[in-house]
């Protein structure tokens, strides 16, 4: 849980005002792992308000002190995850590295880059877990170089029960800002949802990979 109830409203309310959260309703897009969805997550636009992103950094930066995770080194995810990282790195004086989805062209061919990170604490900072495959795929990659991986902190997460096993699996703990069941509840207080459509939307939740072909709904756009 966040620090506070009253922070959990207002991230909430952050997220799903500013459109880094939207309801699809009627019509599901398919992402790039083949999961079909309701829901469309996109943190990246958080940066372009500049008071909502501080409030996001600065309760991420108070959350992650709050749970007394020991770390040396802050780790983002090339992608939406290296601007949020970035932010809570310095926000907390600590170094920071981009992990990048393919390696260099040139140089040193690395995937990761900043400082080494061999025999060093690495949390990977994440916009948001899905499927959570990137997210192990970077911790493998910094495991290869030495470091030390064992937890993850997301500014949102579908607590979907397959990502959580895989994650158990592999040695990731995982914290994200606030429960996203709490985002849902949010959406119906601002009358974005309806009951009705909370209640489809957690039935996803509960059975992500089995929702669309129960209801006989077809992806109606693709993540590119």
């Not at 930066?61 to 995810?77: H, K, T, W």
Request: glycine share 6%; with cysteine.
């Amino acid at each position: 849980m966040p620090t506070s109830v009253i922070a959990q409203d207002i991230m909430a309310e952050h997220l799903l005002v500013h459109n880094a959260i939207v309801f699809l309703k009627d019509s599901p897009m398919r992402l790039r792992s083949g999961l079909v969805t309701p829901i469309y997550v996109d943190n990246r636009n958080l940066p372009s308000f500049p008071e909502v992103w501080r409030d996001i950094i600065e309760t991420m930066a108070s959350r992650i002190v709050e749970l007394n995770i020991p770390f040396d080194v802050i780790a983002g995810v090339e992608g939406a995850g290296t601007a949020h990282g970035a932010a809570i790195a310095y926000r907390l004086g600590i170094p920071f590295v981009t992990v990048r989805r393919q390696p260099k062209g040139y140089g040193n061919k690395t995937r990761i880059d900043g400082a080494e990170v061999k025999d060093k604490r690495v949390l990977i900072i994440e916009d948001h877990l899905s499927t959570g495959l990137s997210l192990l795929d970077a911790a493998k990659t910094l495991r290869d170089e030495g470091a030390l991986v064992s937890e993850c902190f997301a500014i949102t997460n579908f607590d979907m029960p397959e990502t959580a096993k895989l994650f158990e699996k592999n040695g990731i703990k995982a914290f994200q800002l606030l429960p996203f069941a709490y985002i849902v509840d949010k959406a119906v207080s601002l009358g974005l949802i309806s009951e009705e459509e909370k209640e489809d939307i957690s039935n996803w939740l509960d059975t992500p990979w089995s929702w669309a072909s129960q209801r006989g709904l077809l992806a109606q756009s693709t993540e590119v």
